[in-house]
Nanobody
Framework: QVQLVESGGGLAQAGGSLRLSCASS????????MGWYRQAPGKQRELVAA???????NYADAVKGRFTISRDHAQNTVYLQMSSLKPEDTAVYYC?????????WGQGTQVTVSS
């Protein structure tokens, strides 16, 4: 069983920055993929950014150049650095770990960006 605990959400102004953290109960290098998803009210959950075990990353077009996913092996933590925030980034952000084709999710953290 993999447990993921997110933190770092909150309120930011447009143009501001926030950093989300996702602490994993297992060694993050034993996961196949770790990623961040978000879900805005009335919308489907969507992938924001992901990092594979080998280190390759991918981003949603809407956040390219503004968000950066990174990981700290020693802390078994994955981060999402969010800069140049926009009101449309407002959503609940979820951490995801894919291990052996099984998905695990954190409880989510709210990010609200005011204009």
């Amino acid at each position: 069983q993999v447990q993921l605990v997110e933190s770092g959400g909150g309120l930011a102004q447009a143009g501001g920055s926030l950093r989300l953290s996702c602490a994993s109960s297992i060694n993050i290098f034993s996961t196949d993929v770790m990623g961040w998803y978000r879900q805005a009210p009335g919308k489907q959950r969507e992938l924001v950014a992901a990092v594979r075990s080998g280190g390759s990353t991918n981003y949603a077009d809407a956040v390219k150049g503004r968000f950066t996913i990174s990981r700290d092996h020693a802390q078994n933590t994955v981060y999402l650095q969010m800069s140049s925030l926009k009101p449309e980034d407002t959503a609940v952000y979820y951490c995801n770990a894919n291990v052996g084709w099984k998905d695990y999710w954190g409880q989510g953290t709210q990010v609200t960006v005011s204009s």
